[in-house]
T-cell receptor
Framework: GAVVSQHPSWVICKSGTSVKIECRSL??????MFWYRQFPKQSLMLMAT?????????EQGVEKDKFLINHASLTLSTLTVTSAHPEDSSFYIC???????????FGPGTRLTVT | TQLLEQSPQFLSIQEGENLTVYCNSS?????LQWYRQEPGEGPVLLVT?????EVKKLKRLTFQFGDARKDSSLHITAAQPGDTGLYLC???????????FGKGTRLHILP
């Protein structure tokens, strides 16, 4: 199966600071990348979709100026949470897809805690 | 609004028992994915089903796609503690459509 890494695996930051999360595919080219957040005991909530070289498409209710997504290459996408607040504390997961397939391969997630 | 209904929401059974969880929608799926997620980790792809009536087996896991492609089931035989996790079904009708995840079935296997 495809290997996806996320960095960092967990991060604690102070309110008002920015945090960057990296998602990398290690053995395949990810033409589409998805960013999700997940609250305890809940399912995944899609935040945005990005295709390599294009601007991300954000889901309704997700602020594009707060959650900056850069799909820099076919192997790297970053999510930057700007001016983080305690309510941004969550588990953030990237999902990657290749070509015409519908299956997603997920990173191990990043636990963000904003104090 | 397209929805994926997963049932049951929670299931706790003894090791060695069999179980079935379901994923249903009013829409026709072009394909459907099943994932398992363990606490603190990302979901892991189990299977993709595409053809109506399709049955796929993955060791003790049997996945079935309904004939009308509106529902799917996952049957686990002789459940083991390692099967514990959140089971999610997901689909996207077409590339430009919204990705839909079910709310998941949280499975706990008691040793």
């Amino acid at each position: 199966g495809a290997v996806v890494s996320q960095h960092p695996s967990w991060v604690i930051c102070k309110s008002g600071t920015s945090v960057k999360i990296e998602c990398r595919s290690l053995d395949f080219q990810a033409t589409t990348m998805f960013w999700y957040r997940q609250f305890p005991k809940q399912s995944l909530m899609l935040m945005a979709t990005s295709n390599e070289g294009s601007k991300a498409t954000y889901e309704q209710g997700v602020e594009k100026d707060k959650f900056l997504i850069n799909h820099a290459s076919l192997t790297l996408s970053t999510l930057t949470v700007t001016s983080a607040h305690p309510e941004d504390s969550s588990f953030y997961i990237c999902g990657l897809r290749s070509g015409s397939k519908y299956e997603q391969y997920f990173g191990p997630g990043t636990r963000l805690t904003v104090t | 609004t397209q929805l994926l209904e997963q049932s049951p929401q929670f299931l706790s059974i003894q090791e060695g028992e069999n179980l079935t969880v379901y994923c249903n929608s009013s829409s026709v799926f072009s394909s459907l994915q099943w994932y398992r997620q363990e606490p603190g980790e990302g979901p892991v792809l189990l299977v993709t089903v595409v053809t109506g009536g399709e049955v796929k087996k993955l060791k003790r896991l049997t996945f079935q796609f309904g004939d009308a492609r509106k529902d799917s089931s996952l049957h686990i035989t002789a459940a083991q503690p390692g099967d514990t996790g959140l089971y999610l079904c997901e689909y996207q009708q077409n590339r430009d459509d919204k990705i839909i995840f079910g709310k998941g079935t949280r499975l706990h296997i008691l040793p």
